[in-house]
């Protein structure tokens, strides 16, 4: 019989008592004993439940104060196998069955003695900022890290890649956060890695000397959370939660691996425009929406960012787009030419930081060279070949002609290669050529000329005639090894012969 079917009887036989009145006729009403009935009518006049059951003795009660001080002394962390190695060794011959029972109930009332219950974090507008770090995608073999911070009202979320975790990389991501939400926060909340506390005395974080001169800059003070503190750690881990499911290429999302450091800044901004702007599932509001109302508590960002953690300032030459360390030339995106930069030292790399629409951003990391041996990356510059020129006009005349196309650009180009002489005359006769045949034909007719070498006076009108009776391009030809302009010499086969 189950319990509640047990239950379910007891409540049978009070009720018959209930209206008979008498213990033998409730007994035939409900197919019992008396004796059955007198005892639940009395265990119910006492106030004590009729369907609970006496604990019966059993052999470990008198083990159970050792098994309560091994769970205490262990912060209920101790296995019931453990416990019951010890039980044996103090005479307990019951099984381990008995014994995972025993601890199981022990272990049960250790936890509602130690239960831990805080407080729910009700954030203010403009008072929290959040952030922690997460393990981001390999990129190249190289491990990345994803910066997750999130404004604690709103739940505004940015999600910034870097490729290191020390301070300046914290600066710059800080500079970056702020600037993203368009506001600084009164305070800003993390956990105790080493660039933010430095030890822990009395239970009290030592912060780090380098840090505090960050939060003075932009007028906030970073907090670090109590260890182990679901109020305060519970959102920016969940956004890292989150980020990592979307961002890390895994077998669950199906996301292929990065190909190079700005594919994955794309996903990050990708990923932070489509988080914004859902429904938070506890605001019940979308985030972007609640953070136009925040920025009005939260005060302004400074127009430099900080940078004296960024290391050494360097001039970028304004010509070769490069910086000078230890004697050694190192390059840099043209896009910086002429501008201030920062230089670090990271192990063996050399990080360069730059002003990237107003925030502080890193726009390069060379492996550090030796001096004689300068570190240039083509990526860095135009895509213009070294030493190759681009036909640009002077005058008005080489305006015209290079004005009809590309054709005659590359017509230039090939008659110059050639030493062709009278160019500007060909020139001249080509303009007034696309004003009469147009420029479209003109340009494809110089185009054919340069492809087939041909630049002598009449070659562009007889190339022009040929297009003007077919629909096809005139197929290039030039003359092989085996043709010479010399006449033929079998005039002179009867020379010398004998008379």
């Avoid at 780090?208 to 679901?230: H, K």
Wanted: proline share 6%; aromatic share 6%.
């Amino acid at each position: 019989m189950s319990v509640r079917e047990a239950n379910e009887e007891i409540m049978e036989i009070l009720a018959a008592y209930d209206l008979t009145g008498s213990y033998r006729k409730a007994a035939e009403l409900a197919g019992c004993d008396h004796h059955t009935v007198r005892r639940y009518v009395q265990l119910r006049g006492t106030g004590i439940d009729p369907a609970t059951r006496a604990e019966r003795t059993k052999m470990i009660d008198a083990f159970m104060p050792k098994i309560e001080e091994l769970i205490e002394k262990s912060h209920g962390k101790i296995g019931a196998d453990k416990v019951h190695e010890k039980l044996v060794a103090m005479g307990f011959d019951g099984t381990d069955r008995t014994t995972r029972r025993a601890v199981a109930a022990a272990k049960e009332s250790f936890r509602a003695g130690h239960r831990r219950v805080h407080r729910p974090w009700i954030p203010e507008p403009g008072l929290w900022l959040q952030w922690d770090w997460g393990k981001g995608p390999a990129i190249g073999g190289r491990r990345t890290d994803l910066w997750c911070a999130w404004l604690s009202w709103s739940r505004f979320r940015v999600v910034i890649p870097v490729l290191d975790r020390t301070l300046p990389s914290v600066a710059a991501c800080l500079d970056a956060t702020f600037r993203a939400v368009g506001g600084v926060p009164t305070y800003c909340l993390t956990d105790n890695e080493k660039t933010v506390t430095i030890e822990h005395i009395a239970t009290i974080p030592v912060r780090n000397a380098e840090i505090v001169p960050v939060g003075r800059f932009y007028g906030t003070s970073i907090r670090t959370c109590v260890p182990y503190d679901p109020a305060s750690k519970g959102g920016v881990e969940n956004t890292v939660k989150v980020a990592k499911r979307d961002l890390v290429p895994t077998d669950v999302n199906l996301r292929g691996a990065y190909g190079s450091f700005a594919e994955l800044e794309t996903a990050c901004d990708e990923f932070m425009a489509k988080v914004n702007a859902r429904i938070h599932r506890e605001t019940r509001r979308v985030p972007v929406e609640m953070l136009g109302e925040e920025r009005h508590r939260l005060h302004q960002v400074p127009d430099r960012p900080f940078t004296a953690v960024f290391g050494e300032t360097r001039l970028v030459h304004e010509k070769e787009s490069t910086i000078r360390v230890d004697q050694v030339r190192y390059s840099v995106p043209h896009q910086h030419a002429g501008q201030e930069v920062w230089v670090r030292r990271h192990g063996d790399e050399l990080v360069v930081t730059g002003i990237v629409d107003g925030a502080a951003a890193e726009i390069v990391r060379h492996q550090r060279s030796t001096p004689g041996n300068p570190v240039i990356l083509d990526a860095h510059y135009p895509p213009s070949a070294r030493g190759v020129r681009v036909p640009t006009p002077t005058n008005a005349a080489e305006e015209a002609f290079l004005g009809i196309g590309p054709g005659a650009a590359s017509w230039l180009e090939e008659a110059a290669a050639e030493g062709v002489r009278g160019i500007a005359s060909k020139m001249a006769e080509a303009v007034a050529l696309a004003k009469l045949r147009g420029a479209g034909a003109v340009d494809r007719a110089l185009g054919t000329a340069a492809m087939a070498g041909r630049f002598a006076e009449a070659d562009l009108r007889s190339i022009l005639d040929h297009q003007a009776f077919t629909d096809t391009p005139a197929a290039p030809s030039r003359p092989g090894e085996d043709h010479s302009l010399q006449p033929g010499t079998g005039a002179w086969s009867g020379f010398g012969g004998t008379t």
